[in-house]
């Protein structure tokens, strides 16, 4: 299936939102289910804009935060298990030459190494912003959606005491060594792209997590690992970009390969990769304001793994053939086991099974 949408005018702006949608559900729930997610607002990041963010452990899966949503300075940073309060909520915007500063929603305080201490395992609190270098850091990407943080000061990063799961752990700065305790990933809650941008938004409505994978063409990160309700926003160039690709892949492991499917490139299953069988979104986006055309294509020409569904927003969306293309009733229980491909002349394939198994 195809949809073009016509480019008309330097002013035009195209939201995509690409739904991995109703996986493990029955078709009477898709609809059920489709609204919570669409309205869902964390965004997994793989590069940092101004914003508010929820900033959780790579170790614990548990949240920065304010203890009791205290307003105080000098309270020190902890880690709890993540409950959407504003404790949790996080300002992140620019300072100089690279570094951010780190301001909590609820306290309008900042996170601040204690006394401008350049020791390891210094207590991190939150203070006043006053524009030390003990209260600007630096985001260090990890790969994918990992970050590290750094003191300015100190180039220290901010550390999850001993790794320890427990709520109520203290936050600490220490020297960076690559441990998941001092890995952290950031959901973006408000801010979104900026005005006029072009992006597309992937979001997992599937109950198991799902790794988007792209062609080598994409800007963003690969095999994103996405659990139920999150999204992950890759952003369209103002030249465009020809020929895209995205597809999901199931079971993976951590590092998003070695997956039960959508993996069609190495290192593959111990079953192999043939065919390379998955749902895939294939997309050429114009470049902005010219006359060219976007369009996109719902391929199932190496078959299908998982039901989506594809919804444009912005300025022309859900006019013309610019409209939601619906994939969400794709079913394994409907994929043919026997089918006619004779055509009355060829009677040995009058009855093929096209299910791919294992």
Known sequence: MARKIAVGGLSLAL????MMGGCLVADD???STEA?????DAVLVSSVSEGDYVI???????????????????????QWTCNGTNAQKFHVSPTTDGYWKIVNVNSDK??????????????????SYSGGANQQWKLVNRGGTQFSIHARHTDQAVDLAWGDAADGTD?????????????WV?????????PGARTLKVINNCAAPIWVAHSTNVQGAQNVKLTRGAAYTYDVPEGGISATRFWPKTGC????????TGDSVAPCPAGGCQPPFESKFEATFAAKGSTAQTWYNLSQVDGYTLPFKVVPRGVGAEQGSCITSDCSGLSLSQCPGDEDLGNGQFPAYAHQDLRVRD
């Not at 936050?171 to 890995?183: D, E, F, M």
């Open 15 to 18: 939201g995509w939102t690409l």
């Open 36 to 40: 919570s997610v669409e309205d869902s």
């Open 171 to 183: 936050i600490l700065q220490y020297p960076y060594g690559g441990t998941a305790n001092q890995r």
């Open 29 to 31: 729930e898709t609809a």
């Open 110 to 127: 900042a996170l601040d190494v204690r006394d401008v201490s350049t020791a390891q395992n210094a207590v991190i609190q939150q203070w």
């Open 253 to 260: 492991d951590e590092s998003g390969r070695n997956c039960t």
């Open 186 to 194: 950031l959901d973006k809650v408000s801010g979104g792209p900026s």
């Open 56 to 78: 959780r452990s790579v170790a614990t899966n548990k949240c920065l935060d304010v203890p009791s949503s205290s307003t105080a300075d000098g309270t020190r940073m902890q």
